[in-house]
């Protein structure tokens, strides 16, 4: 049997870098193979590092891959992680119904569904209804994809005074220093990736001293919109508000983002 090509046996081995989750050596394996690659080539190569550039959330970078590439997908999505929304907005708008990109590049239903899907998160950062493209994107991959599953502001406070009360007494003292937010999409701020689900604002309890008494009390953000968009029923949109809140407070007593996932909340 004849030898693969060399090229098929590297783009083999960064499938299964992939499969098993190691970015750090899909980006080390690609850039060496990319060097005096024939330029089709180069261009596969150039997705795979902005690919795991992109999940290792070096998104500035992923950007400068991304476009070596010629990923409209994949540079738009991190155009919108770095708040560029124009540009993203743009660069998704050039990816048609059918998943063929503005540069003529034949995509697939799970490309156009996700541009679609993030068509309807910059609609709704902008103050539009995004819900046909939130509905585009569930028809074109439903297992992907779903309908958010919006609550009312009442509700998601129901359900936060409900997990306080859950609380022990020593923990309950604590989380009452804090005020609680409803907000429905985080503000832009280059430490804060739009898809966020919550946010703690202030010094935790183990870095205060005294002297800081004046300051402003803590609060906890909650960004509805972006919990309603992960979920398929109502069950989950609770059970996500409750985790985020509870993460949010974990970070209050002074866990960090490793500490919070030991205690099941990452």
């Keep these: 049997m004849a030898a693969k090509p060399k090229s098929d046996v590297i783009f083999d081995q960064l499938d299964e870098l992939v499969l098993a989750?190691?970015?750090?050596?899909v980006e080390r394996v690609?850039?060496?193979?990319?060097?005096?690659?024939?330029?089709?080539?180069?261009?596969?190569?150039?997705?795979?590092?902005?690919?795991?550039?992109?999940?290792?959330g070096q998104t500035r970078a992923a950007v400068t891959a991304a476009q070596k590439a010629h990923d409209p997908?994949?540079?738009?999505?991190?155009?919108?992680h770095l708040w560029e929304f124009d540009e993203a907005a743009?660069?998704?708008?050039?990816?048609?119904?059918?998943?063929?990109?503005?540069?003529?590049?034949?995509?697939?239903?799970?490309?156009?569904?996700?541009?679609?899907?993030?068509?309807?998160?910059?609609?709704e950062f902008s103050g539009r209804d995004g819900a046909q493209e939130f509905?585009?994107?569930?028809?074109?991959?439903?297992?992907l994809f779903s309908l958010p599953v919006p609550m009312a502001d009442g509700e998601i406070e129901a359900v936060f005074r409900q997990t306080l009360r859950s609380l022990p007494p020593e923990i309950r003292e604590f989380a009452n220093e804090t005020v609680v937010v409803i907000r429905a999409l985080p503000?832009?701020?280059?430490?804060?990736?739009?898809?966020?689900?919550?946010?703690?604002?202030?010094?935790?309890?183990?870095?205060?001293?005294?002297?800081?008494?004046?300051?402003?009390?803590?609060?906890?953000?909650?960004?509805?919109?972006?919990i309603e968009r992960t979920a398929h029923?109502?069950?989950?949109?609770?059970?996500?508000?409750?985790?985020?809140?509870?993460?949010e407070l974990g970070h209050h007593l002074g866990f960090d983002e490793s500490g919070v996932a030991e205690m099941g909340l990452g």
Excluded at 188 to 199: A, I, M, N, T, Y
């Design 21 to 25: 989750d190691d970015l750090p050596e």
């Design 30 to 56: 690609a850039m060496r193979a990319v060097r005096g690659a024939p330029a089709e080539s180069a261009r596969d190569l150039w997705a795979y590092v902005a690919f795991a550039r992109f999940e290792l």
């Design 73 to 80: 997908l994949l540079l738009a999505k991190a155009h919108f």
């Design 90 to 123: 743009r660069l998704l708008d050039g990816i048609s119904a059918d998943g063929a990109s503005a540069g003529g590049v034949s995509g697939d239903r799970d490309d156009e569904a996700e541009a679609a899907w993030y068509r309807g998160v910059l609609m």
């Design 135 to 143: 509905k585009r994107a569930a028809r074109l991959a439903p297992d």
């Design 187 to 226: 503000l832009p701020h280059p430490d804060v990736d739009p898809l966020s689900l919550g946010l703690y604002v202030g010094r935790d309890l183990l870095s205060r001293w005294p002297e800081m008494s004046g300051e402003l009390p803590p609060h906890i953000e909650v960004f509805h919109k972006n």
């Design 233 to 247: 029923n109502r069950d989950e949109v609770i059970a996500e508000l409750r985790i985020t809140l509870l993460h």
